[in-house]
């Protein structure tokens, strides 16, 4: 069974920085996305940054400039750099994977992990 596992996230003022990261755990035959989703209380959730394609990397608009996405592939970590933060990026943050299993090669199937909250408040 494959699952994802973040930390890092907490209480920061505006301008400050956190890391957040995600362990995933168990075994998959590929990845075919892994990055960050979140969602601010009354908003849906929205993607944040993700490693798409094997290595090309998306971001959201909102974020561009200010977060890096990056992964240690020995450590089954994907990581996130968040930079000049804003009240605006108050949110639960998600880690998410769209993977494939060794039992079915072809069939993709989604993993989330449980959330890490992030509140940028002085």
């Known amino acids: 069974q494959v699952q994802l596992v973040e930390s890092g996230g907490g209480l920061v003022q505006p301008g400050g920085s956190l890391r957040l990261s995600c362990v995933r755990s168990?075994?998959?035959?590929?990845?075919?996305?892994m990055g960050w989703y979140r969602q601010a209380p009354g908003k849906e959730r929205e993607l944040v940054a993700a490693?798409?394609?094997?290595?090309?990397?998306v971001y959201a608009d909102s974020v561009k400039g200010r977060f890096t996405i990056s992964r240690d592939n020995a450590k089954n970590t994907v990581y996130l750099q968040m930079n000049s933060l804003k009240p605006e990026d108050t949110a639960v943050y998600y880690c998410?994977?769209?993977?494939?299993?060794?039992?079915?090669?072809?069939?993709?199937?989604?993993?989330w992990g449980q959330g890490t909250l992030v509140t940028v408040s002085s």
């Open positions: 168990g075994s998959i035959y590929s990845i075919n996305r």
């Open positions: 490693f798409i394609n094997g290595g090309s990397t």
């Open positions: 998410n994977a769209e993977c494939s299993s060794y039992q079915s090669k072809s069939r993709l199937f989604e993993v």
